[in-house]
Nanobody, 122 residues
Framework: QVQLVESGGGLVQAGGSLRLSCAAS????????MGWIRQAPGKERELVAAIDWIARHRYFADSVKGRFTISREDTKNALYLQMHSLKPEDTATYYC???????????????WGQGTQVTVSS
């Protein structure tokens, strides 16, 4: 089992930046693809960013390309999401996820954290 705990969410003004962190425990995640999935009230879940287990392939949703970056630090069993130029539409609960399925699809992730709230004010 993999346990995932997110941190770093909060309230930020539009145009600001936040860095989300995810700490994994239970087992090492160096053989897992990792991703960030968000969900806003009344909206579908969206895979925002993902990185494969060898950090060779990265995926970004069109809505965040050029603004978000994803990185992993397997020596710390950690995943990060750096968010810049935040917009009100980025407001959502952000979940860290791990899995061995497709990197680019939500269905590829079977371990999820509890989520951290990001709120972007206009």
């Amino acid at each position: 089992q993999v346990q995932l705990v997110e941190s770093g969410g909060g309230l930020v003004q539009a145009g600001g930046s936040l860095r989300l962190s995810c700490a994994a425990s239970g087992r090492t995640v160096d053989t897992y693809n990792m991703g960030w999935i968000r969900q806003a009230p009344g909206k579908e879940r969206e895979l925002v960013a993902a990185i494969d287990w060898i950090a060779r392939h990265r995926y970004f949703a069109d809505s965040v390309k050029g603004r978000f970056t994803i990185s992993r630090e397997d020596t710390k069993n950690a995943l990060y999401l750096q968010m810049h130029s935040l917009k009100p539409e980025d407001t959502a609960t952000y979940y860290c996820a791990a899995g061995r399925g497709s990197t680019n699809k939500i269905e590829g992730y079977n371990y999820w954290g509890q989520g951290t709230q990001v709120t972007v004010s206009s």
